[in-house]
C-alpha cells in the first residue's frame, strides 16, 4: 500500500466517522434541544441517553479535525493556501461543535442540580439559553462544510484525485448553503423549508461519496499528483 492510498483511505474512513457520530447524536440529543422545559423538569432518565449524544459528537469532532490533518499533505502538493484554507475550516468546525457540546453538557449539570434543590422550573430560561448556544453552534459549526468544500473540493477537481463529479458537488452546492446560513442569522424562516433541503442535499451527497470513494478506492494513480506522489508542494496542478 503506497503512502497516497494511506492517506485515502485513513481520510476516508474519517469522513465516514463523521456521519458514525453527527447522524445518531443528532437524534439521542432530541429530549434536550427539543423541549428544554420538559427536561429541566423531567425526572432525569434521559441525562444518559443525551450525555451519550454528546460522545459521540465528539466522536464527530475528532472526525472532523482528523480529516483536515489527514489530507492537509495531500491538499498541499496541489495548493498551499487551499491546504491551509481547508485544514483552519475543519479546526474551526470542530471547535465550533464542541461549544455546542459544552453547553448541553452544561445544561445536564443544570438539571442535576436543579432537581437536587428543587428549583427546577426557576431554571427554564437558563436552559432554554443553553439550548440556543447549541443551535447556534450546529448552524455555524458543520454549516462550515461549504467552506470545505471550495477549498478540498478545488483541489481534487485540479488534481484530478477523484473523478470529477464528487468535488463537483460540493463546489457547486457550496454558494447555496453559504446563503441558507446567512439567512438564517439574518432570521428569514428557511430551516425546515424545500431550500434548506436543497442547500444540505449536495454535501451530504459529497462527503458520503468522498468517504466512500477515498476508502475503498483511494486517489486515482493515473492523475498528475498521483504519478508524483512523492514529490513536494506544487501549485501548477491544474
Excluded at 443553553?130 to 478545488?154: C, D, E, K, Q, W
Amino acid at each position: 500500500m503506497t503512502s497516497l492510498r494511506k492517506t485515502a483511505l485513513v481520510g476516508g474512513i474519517l469522513y465516514l466517522v463523521t456521519f458514525a457520530g453527527s447522524i445518531p447524536a443528532a437524534i439521542l440529543v432530541g429530549p434536550a434541544i427539543n423541549d428544554p422545559p420538559g427536561f429541566m423538569t423531567s425526572s432525569g432518565g434521559d441525562d444518559r441517553q443525551v450525555a451519550l449524544g454528546l460522545v459521540l459528537e465528539l466522536v464527530n469532532v475528532f472526525g472532523c479535525i482528523g480529516c483536515g490533518v489527514a489530507l492537509f499533505s495531500v491538499v498541499r502538493r496541489v495548493h498551499e493556501g487551499l491546504a491551509v484554507g481547508y485544514l483552519a475550516t475543519r479546526l474551526f468546525e470542530g471547535a465550533t461543535i464542541t461549544v455546542g457540546v459544552v453547553s448541553l453538557l452544561a445544561l445536564i449539570s443544570l438539571r442535576q442540580g436543579a432537581a437536587d434543590a428543587g428549583n427546577a422550573e426557576t431554571l427554564v430560561p437558563v436552559a432554554s439559553g443553553l439550548v440556543a448556544v447549541r443551535t447556534a453552534a450546529m448552524l455555524l459549526g458543520p454549516n462550515m462544510a461549504s467552506f470545505n468544500a471550495l477549498m478540498l473540493g478545488t483541489a481534487l477537481y485540479r488534481a484530478r484525485l477523484v473523478p470529477r463529479w464528487i468535488p463537483a458537488l460540493g463546489m457547486i452546492g457550496a454558494p447555496i448553503l453559504i446563503t441558507f446560513v446567512v439567512a438564517s442569522i439574518l432570521g428569514f424562516p428557511v430551516s425546515g423549508t424545500v431550500f434548506h433541503l436543497v442547500a444540505v442535499a449536495p454535501f451530504f451527497i459529497w462527503e458520503l461519496a468522498l468517504g466512500l470513494w477515498l476508502t475503498f478506492k483511494g486517489f486515482d494513480d493515473r492523475s498528475p499528483l498521483g504519478r508524483t506522489a512523492d514529490a513536494g508542494p506544487s501549485d501548477n496542478t491544474k
